[in-house]
């Protein structure tokens, strides 16, 4: 499919879940008007609202680029969260410890550690696929609750703050994220987010390293054929994969948290494959993706509270894309023009 | 009365017709051969016969009466049927499960499975479509599920039959009982289209031939009143050269020694018995066999794509035995793969992508690990030009080449490569007459530059007119060996088919 189709595509599957999601607030008995008011105005209508958006947009970069980046070299990391708690963790341990460091290399050595440590968390699947064949999906789910309990382990055995919570105690200052627009939450995690994205791309379009994996991704024989190692670049793939998931964890913890606390994510490993089949697996697709998504949670908040509209109702819209986006065919039966031409047919 | 008839069809890709203006009938109850060069429109044609395709304007008539075609359940319920040359099957079904699939014979919500099994028994008898009903289709060869294929066809009734590129993957001995087949449901009444590039077969089965060249349509002829060289012109618009010509060789040095080579396939049971040649720069070897003889795991053994139990594999005064894919390339080989799909190319990704594949970490194309777009752009420019790959976009994919095109860009890419040692498997299967005659022209210009070249082929012709020496190969082990000059036709064959001397030195 071309890249204007798949963008339209995307664009419709936009509109469409808002209907739908505009017919289900109609059967629920509330206002359509007043709820989409409240949905704009919560994401974008004022300066610290849009904030608020971009907030809940950072962490999905991290996450639905994580996953991108494994769909790209043909392989389903459904690791993220487990991925994210080791980035989040060690990024954690490493600002409570050094703090001797001055503030920025504080900051850096401590996002690095972070991604190491999201990084070797999904080495060992993507080993485990390389060496046995085992496939990722499992393993990755299972890491995913390996990696979960056992920070929650490492911090109740040697880095609980006194207190009721299980949580570390608070970062000093300066090896905090530094604030993007004051009075609001929102930090350079953000913009670390873009780089990210754009090292992710450039990486895969203009490297042999990406082109490989890439290769690899598309087809595997043909990997084989040309000298390409394919267990090396299975390994790599997850790798970087994780690594990015690691800074999503890290960045919460440097940027919003301000430490470790159990169960901080509300999922953020697992939306990221919404947002990345959204941002069908392109770095700045997902970036777009990703800042729809934190529209919606942000509006969604809004919703809620002024109009009193549950916010779940926002989850639905966000699953109604998805499933568009993943079934374009819907489409292509609404508006036959779609259709022409669709697919390769590969003959002889 | 005609059973087809196309006014004016007009297909375009982009802004390329790959079918312009084409007017195409076909008599009920004829064999309808359609003949052109790759990416002339073949294809392209036969699946807006069979709704696979919309036109963009023009007329399609079926048995007289105008129809449209939204897709291939259209063109079914008009008892059109259409054989695939990727086959459609699903390998973890019987044969009758994959023949009723979408068509089961049921009551009361049940498939009746004695009926179906019945039915498809009787069709095999009827027409000698031999199959064995309860056999997985994964199991069995590529002749008999290209059988199932017809078969389903039949099942659902089809009184017109189109085959596209049916014998590219057959056996000689394959070939001709497909022939059998059609002669068969063509004394029944049936009308059958057939693509191919093999001028042989055209004359030997087809009652009138159409050639199609860039999206047009030539001119239809009957067979009997036309020769293989008239239709090569038609469909490449000039003379054609239907053999090369192989001129004295000056054998060099060894370039790669094969001694006491020893393969079990575990999967297939098959090994490679007892292997030993070897090939001097400046010649041409020739493998003949019957496929699935041990050809394909011959190749991909050299090519480092299995490793093998014993023996030894020397390659420019080398033993690659432990070589990896990447150093085997580094040391001298370039490899046309047999599988060209699976192995060759990469259907997603476009032309200059593909060209660089295995070269993409070599300067100029990289700098360390950056890419040089430039320079990547620059030499797929050259090899479009130099091989004329044709493709309708700009920014074409592999996967929408036709055929013989992917091929070429295949066969491009790797004989440009700097390397003395050519692992050249099926190099023209399915590309055209004037194509054939390009690369087995280029394929004689390597051999006399001084290159080595071990050619696997399932084309008698092709290996008799290209090799230098010939070894025939039977299930695994290698039966005869010698000059090409000392076999004939006739030999070849009963040596391919596994009659030989056990223990005897053949020529
Ligand atoms: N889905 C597609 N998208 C874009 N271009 C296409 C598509 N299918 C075919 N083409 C183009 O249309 C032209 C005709 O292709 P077609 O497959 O009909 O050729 P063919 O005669 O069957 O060739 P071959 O003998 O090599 O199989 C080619 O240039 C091909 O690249
Ligand atoms: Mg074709």
Redesign the pocket.
Known sequence: MSKYKNILNSILAIIFALFVGAVLIKISGHSVKEAYYYLFYGAFGTSYNFAQTLLMTTPLIFTGLAVAIGFQSGLFNIGGEGQLYWGAFVTAIIAIKFTLLPGYLLIFIALLGGALAGGLWAAFPGYLKAKTGAHEVITTIMFNYIGILATTFLLKRYFKADGPVDQTVMLTKKARLPELITNTRLTWAIIIGIIVVFLVDQLLKRTAIGFDLKVVGENIFAAEYAGIKTGKYTILAMIISGAVAGLAGGTIVLGVLHRFITNFSPGYGFTGIAVAVLGRNKPWGVLLAAFLFGALEAGGMAMQLFADIPSDLMEIVQGLVILFVAAPAIFEIIFPVIKK?R???S?? | MKAIELKKIT?K??N?Y??NKIDFSVQQGEIHCLL??????????V?IIFGL?QKDSGEIKINDQIVKLKGPADAIARKVGMIHQHFMLVDSLTITENIIAGAEPSSKGFINYREAERKVRDLSEQYNLQVKVDSLVGEISVGEQQRVEILKALYRNAEILIL??PTAVLTPQETKELFNVLEQLKKSGKTIIF?T?KLKETMQVADRVSV?RD?KKVGTVETSQTNPAELARMMVGREVLLKVNRTQNNPGEKVLEISNLNYKNKKSGLSLEDINFSIQAGEILGIAGVEGNGQLELEEVIAGLRSFQQGNIELNSKIINNFSVKERRKNGLAHIPSDRLKRGLIQNFNLANNLVLGSEWDSPYAYYSILNYNEINKFKDEIVKEFDL????NN?IA?????????KLIIGRELSRETNFILAAQPTR???VGAIEYIHKLLIEMRNNGKAILLISAELDELRSLSDHLLVIYEGKIVARGSTDKFTEEELGLLMAGHYQQGGENV
Do not use: M
């Not at chain 2, 044709?390 to 976009?393: D, E, G, H, L, Q």
């Not at chain 2, 996967?399 to 091929?407: A, M, V, Y």
């Open positions: 031409n697919g390769v047919e003959n002889v | 297909k890709f982009g390329t790959a079918n052109g060069e790759n990416g002339a429109g073949k294809s392209t044609l699946k395709y596209d590129e693509i590039h199609l999206g044709r493709y309708t976009k074409s996967g929408e080449l036709s055929g013989g095109n992917q091929q399915g590309v055209d």
